[in-house]
């Protein structure tokens, strides 16, 4: 599903698209497509900039990374998640 959020960091209004369909949770991830800096979602549904130790956190997180390669390597959000997609391990 899309949501409707603005970036912690450049301000960008974000069409936030959870791969799983489900709405954001708190502590839920955010990958801005203007800036690709992380943010993390709030109890409000906002974004927030994780803390250092977050921050640490989710840069050693191959899922993370690898949509932060597939961002770098395309300026269209939605070809960034089909390449991320097809750096995901096949589910039974
Ligand atoms: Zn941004």
């Known amino acids: 599903m899309w949501v409707r959020t603005t970036c912690c960091y450049c301000r960008k209004t974000l069409n936030f698209l959870n791969p799983d369909g489900e709405e954001p949770t708190a502590g839920g991830i955010s990958i801005c497509t203007e800036c690709h800096e992380i943010s993390l979602f709030a109890e ?3 974004l927030r900039r994780p803390t250092g130790e977050e921050r640490e956190e989710l840069l050693a997180n191959p899922d993370v ?7 770098a390597l395309t300026p269209d959000p939605l070809a ?4 991320w997609r097809m750096s995901q391990p096949f589910e039974n």
Request: charged share 5%; hydrophobic share 65%; aromatic share 0%.
């Open 44 to 46: 409000d549904g906002s």
């Open 65 to 71: 990374h690898s949509a932060l390669v597939a961002l």
């Open 80 to 83: 960034a998640i089909a390449l």
